[in-house]
């Protein structure tokens, strides 16, 4: 067991490379699909798309078979169930995204003209036309306006239809390839979508960001970027440059322990005070989203993925964190079928499994809250264990099937994706200072 | 306006209202207080109106560019796209009389003869960016082939034209997206590319490899 344990952790990151690499070969092999078609249709008009349609998903399917070893397992591991397949996706998504070639020069000036009416070089004093970083969906420019400096983020044409149309290319393969009913997987298929055509709308960005960074703005150690409405648009964001390094840069510089558990602190209490007293929370945690200022403080930057939680997600879900419901079988057991991890026609037998299963993967996720108000994220054990228990279940035929509500993807994925950053912190954080509400 | 442009605008304006041609260049004239052979000083017939637009939609969008501060630092990749974006722009606001015109042309092998002088504007102005970027070296100057690259931009231009008639996105982004792509494509080709160096590598190994070509 304890080998596996090592090949598992080893696997991740490399498998996170080839993953990428496979994406980007689907990119190539749709691209010319596209072409192929367009060059059939040139001598034949009356082609219709089918012959497109089916080209495209082949390949697609191609790629995401190859992936169901490596990525499939991880993801398990992370909703507990096949909500991977939307986790494939939003990798997917990213992924591709994160390849797109920057916008030309022109497009730029005609996306501005477009939307504000005006060249940039009229809006603002200066206005760089070459990007400086790319954001998921689009990239960013600096500009300066009245001596301020700014980042202006300006979204991809067609991002849109772009993962809708993907989305439904992709669904009666993903459907046939996990071996699970279109009625199973279609409210997870469904959140994922919703979630991804949100960040796709700007100006809703841009009213969540200024709500969210107000309402965080008593929280120590956390800084936002200043928002400007009135030079945003549906593609474009104007906001305040905020100067600092990314994560991975940020560790180089040799932090000490106590200066990384001050900005470990800073993005637990951003997260638990989103999530238990906004309930709504940056489900996006990933380490590009961040940056840390020259004097130690956490930037936040990006507001594109937000993930309400509902009062009958949140009570039930969070119930499970208390000592006095979890060793309570029955009152676990109530908070269980709230949640559709156990359904109403599973047998005395299923009920006993899955309450054993998912008591232990709980136990195992709710350590951080349930460790006496502090937690070294630093230890390694933690994160082996949730791989061991991931590789685990990635073999029980029991959990082949869909289990849990559909909020379950972005709030898992925003938990691991917390731990995760923290871990590579090597922080260690009081986990009290926001505590889950109970009902 | 001089009697051309008020014509032309005129033109335009019936061919909106009526959805087709005036019946004959008497009625036409007629209805504008003119006499007919004023109408034919200026245009041989009504395809003539409808050529004399569109290149005049070609010049306004040419001019457009090279007036805008940023022209001077593009590279011809930017110009051309500049050109594009800025030309469907222009459209946008004539779509109607765009597709009126497109759609009653015959479909023949090569361009609409309605577009036959907006062609010959293209192509001066695509020419001159080309040879910019040749002499820049931002250009791969092929024998033979170079001559073509604005064969290939009109090709790109007629192909985006069509695609914009039947784009129904919201602002025409797909419009933006086919030209971004597209034209980008089309410069990627015109750039040092692989094939140059598979051929110049061929070149090199014929020559000094030591195997003796049977020629």
Known sequence: MSENITREQNSIPSSKVQRSTRFVKTGFKIGGNYVKHYSKKLFNPDLSKDQLNEDNAADIYASLSELKGSALKVAQMLSMDKNILPKAYVNQFSQSQYNAPPLSGPLIVQTFRKYHGKTPDRIFDEFNLRSTNAASIGQVHQAMLNGKKLAVKIQYPGVGDAISSDLK?????????????????????????????????????????????????????????????ELSSKRTITMGWLEGRHLKEYLQTNPSQQERNRIGQALWDFYNFQEHELRAVHADPHPGNFLITEDGKLGVIDFGCIKE???????????????????????????????????????????????????????????????????????????????????????????????GVKHFIYTNRTNFGLYNILHELRATVRTDTFPPHLR | ???????????????????????????????????????????????????????????????????????????????????????????????????????????????????????????QFTAGVLLEGIESRELMDRQFFAKRYKDALWMQFGFVLNFWLKDSSAGFEKTDEAIEKGVNLTFDLFQRSPIDNLFEYGKFLAKNSGIKMPF
């Not at chain 1, 009570?315 to 908070?335: I, R």
């Not at chain 2, 335009?12 to 004239?29: D, E």
């Open chain 1, 309 to 403: 939680l509902p009062d009958d997600f949140y009570y039930p879900f969070f119930s499970l964190v208390s000592n006095e419901v979890f060793t309570n079988k029955e009152k676990t057991l109530q908070a269980f079928r709230d949640l559709e991890m156990i359904l109403p026609g599973d047998n005395e037998a299923q009920i006993e499994f899955y309450y054993r299963s998912y008591s232990e993967m709980i136990g195992l996720f709710t350590k951080p809250y349930t460790s006496g108000g502090s937690f070294d994220f630093s230890r390694g054990e933690f994160f082996e264990e949730i791989y061991a228990y991931g590789e685990k279940i990635a073999r029980m035929p029991e959990f082949k099937q869909a289990r």
């Open chain 1, 169 to 229: 290319m992709v669904k009666p393969f993903a459907f046939r390839l996990l071996g699970m009913s279109e009625k199973e997987l279609e409210v997870y298929m469904k959140e994922v979508e919703e979630r991804l055509l949100e960040e796709t709308d700007y100006e809703l960005e841009v009213r969540r960001s200024v709500k969210f960074s107000e309402a965080c703005a008593g929280l120590d150690n956390i800084v936002f970027p200043e928002y400007y409405p």
């Open chain 2, 1 to 123: 306006m001089d009697s051309k442009e008020k014509l032309q605008s005129a033109y335009m304006g019936y061919v909106l209202l009526h959805g087709a041609q005036p019946k004959t260049v008497f009625i036409f004239a007629k209805e504008n207080d003119i006499a007919e052979e004023e109408f034919y000083k200026y245009f041989g017939s009504f395809e003539g109106v409808e050529q004399a637009i569109w290149k005049d939609l070609v010049n306004t969008a040419i001019q457009e560019v090279r007036g805008q501060e940023i022209w001077a630092q593009y590279s011809s990749r930017e110009k051309i796209l500049s050109f594009f974006y800025s030309f469907f722009e222009l459209l946008k606001s004539r779509r109607s009389f765009v597709s009126f015109s497109l759609n009653r042309a015959p479909r023949t092998l090569g361009s609409p003869r309605v577009l036959e002088a907006a062609k010959e504007e293209f192509e």
